[in-house]
């Protein structure tokens, strides 16, 4: 089993509407959650981290689900510019690793 | 804001050469990471280093190797170039956790294409 697994899409979504999509991953000892960003041909960026209480950020919201194991992104009223791969990253306890899904592919149709 | 550059954003190469890859960060991170990121197969990490002249096996480390001398620079190395080996290399830096914080977020440099003909 993957250790981040996700849903890669695409995911066509109109403008102004709202896209959720969740990521599973299997390490239960796993710490530490977050969203990157990677834009077409671009490297990936921080977009938020994800805290046990969930967290909001503007338009995106993000939840953790430990007893499920899986992590959740929702962007509202999505803009042209949201377009790009939502990377979900998992780390443990004290580690430097980073463990990567493949990303869920936005693209926000006019 | 944190700067990690790589040397080219793209390389063709041919089979069998040796090629350097070189990757510079300016903000003093202690941990410096080599991933290649392929179509449907995501990021994988190849090596990484947690110190200078220290590394660490990634999850594909077979064809390449590196070579941290400063704490600023972090080199990935293929020895003989195969077309396997055509990908995007991605460098990141991060710093090490610190009491109360068990992650610290991965800055990346933007990539090298590399072609192996």
């Known amino acids: 089993r993957k250790e981040v697994e996700q849903d890669p899409g695409p995911f066509n979504v109109p403008e102004g509407a709202t896209v959720a999509f969740n990521c599973t991953y299997s390490?239960?000892?796993?710490?530490?959650f977050f969203w990157y960003r990677q834009d077409c041909r671009k490297e990936p960026k921080l977009l938020m981290s994800?805290?046990?209480s969930g967290n909001e950020d503007g338009r995106f919201t993000a939840q953790l689900n430990r007893a499920s194991q899986y992590i959740s992104l929702l962007i509202r009223d999505s803009k042209l510019s949201d377009s790009a791969t939502y990377l979900c990253?998992?780390?443990?306890?004290?580690?430097?690793?980073?463990?990567f899904g493949k990303g869920n592919q936005v693209v926000v149709i006019p | 804001d944190v700067k990690v550059t790589q040397s080219s954003r793209y390389l063709v190469k041919r089979t069998g050469e040796k090629v350097f890859l070189e990757c510079v960060q300016d903000?003093?991170?202690?941990?410096m990471f080599w991933y290649r990121q392929d179509p449907g197969l995501g990021l994988r990490l190849i090596y990484f280093?947690?110190?200078?002249?220290?590394?660490e096996k990634g999850d594909i480390p077979e064809g390449y190797s590196v070579s941290r001398e400063k704490k600023e620079r972090f080199s990935l190395i293929l020895e003989s170039a195969s077309t396997n080996q055509t990908s995007m290399y991605l460098c990141?830096?991060?710093?090490?956790?610190?009491?109360?914080?068990?992650?610290?977020?991965?800055?990346f440099g933007p990539g090298t294409r590399l072609t192996v003909l």
């Open positions: 903000m003093d991170h202690e941990n």
């Open positions: 990253v998992v780390a443990s306890e004290g580690n430097n690793r980073l463990a």
């Open positions: 390490n239960s000892a796993s710490q530490s």
């Open positions: 280093s947690y110190d200078v002249k220290m590394k």
């Open positions: 994800v805290y046990s």
């Open positions: 990141a830096s991060s710093l090490s956790p610190r009491r109360g914080r068990s992650y610290n977020e991965q800055f």
